[in-house]
């Protein structure tokens, strides 16, 4: 779990404030989304927690099923009781099925590996993958993974079809947390929203990780906001020699999915509808 190099200042709270406590236990929820088993000491320094409330939380959480704690290990894992809710929120709205197709489609042509991304506040979440069959796959990306928005292809997609004043604001935030991308720097993003914006499509090259880099598509709803992301994951030559038919290939499979999420909210599934339907996910594949 990648929450080790993550070193930040401890945010003070009010002492015995309700609400700071809901919002503590949701930063350690959402540090271990990210997957996998997490010693409490990287859970608490992801989770910018002392040790000492970090266990309080997790020990509430063990007791409840939102958290997992293996006896031998030590180690802490998301639990039942947060696969339930997640159940129940997906039967609401699930993208993922609406854009599958594109992602098998993409990786049948390409070899690498396709992510869906979706904002969450100045953040992208990873919510699907499609590993390729290229050997050098970008195994750093999982399903649950977390980006400040401009780290990665597929967020700075999301982040530059943003409207404008949403767009400078998360750049204002954005500024102070890429702490963890010394490469990215205010005038880089710009810049690359820039480009984007003209040619239609993000390319980031040799910025997160080393040799590699993505090529990225936002998708948008009938609004013209941007509510997911399609980017392709690759080494840097691989997207370079083949950058035309991937960027033509993206903006295809967005527009599919486009299209079908339009029709997902003219029968009332997805955020924004105004009727209701009866609708079922499977009607959208």
């Not at 910018?48 to 959480?61: F, G, Q």
């Not at 292809?153 to 530059?160: D, E, P, Q, V």
């Not at 993003?189 to 990780?209: C, P, S, W």
């Not at 709803?221 to 030559?237: K, M, Y």
Request: contains cysteine; proline residues 7%; aromatic residues 4%.
């Amino acid at each position: 779990m990648s929450t080790a190099a993550r070193p930040k200042a401890m945010v003070n709270h009010p002492p015995g404030s309700s609400t700071s406590t809901v919002e503590r236990a949701m930063r350690v929820l959402r540090v271990m989304s990210e997957g996998g088993n997490a010693r409490l000491t990287d859970i608490a320094a992801a989770a910018e927690l002392d040790k000492a409330t970090t266990l309080r939380l997790l020990e509430v959480m063990v007791r409840d099923g939102f958290v997992a704690r293996d006896v031998q290990s030590k180690q802490f894992s998301l639990g039942p009781e947060l696969m339930v809710l997640g159940a129940a929120a997906l039967r609401r709205f699930d993208p993922r099925p609406l854009a599958r197709p594109s992602l098998l489609r993409l990786v049948g042509q390409f070899e690498d590996s396709v992510v869906l991304s979706i904002p969450s506040g100045v953040e992208s979440l990873c919510i699907d993958v499609e590993e390729g069959t290229y050997p050098i796959r970008a195994n750093y990306l999982r399903v649950g993974s977390r980006r400040p928005l401009g780290a990665g292809a597929g967020s700075l997609a999301l982040l530059a079809w943003m409207p404008e004043a949403e767009r400078e604001a998360a750049l204002e935030i954005l500024a102070s947390q890429m702490s963890r991308y010394p490469r990215i720097t205010p005038a880089l993003l710009r810049e690359r929203i820039t480009d984007a914006r003209e040619r239609g499509h993000v390319v980031l090259l040799d910025v997160v990780v080393e040799r590699m880099g993505g090529i990225a598509v936002p998708v948008l709803d009938p609004e013209g906001r941007p509510v997911a992301a399609l980017s392709i994951a690759a080494l840097n030559d691989r997207i370079l020699a083949r950058q035309a038919a991937m960027a033509q290939a993206l903006v295809r499979e967005s527009t599919v999915c486009q299209v079908r999420w339009a029709e997902a909210v003219r029968t009332s599934r997805l955020p924004g509808a105004r009727t209701p339907s009866k609708t079922t996910p499977e009607t959208l594949r």
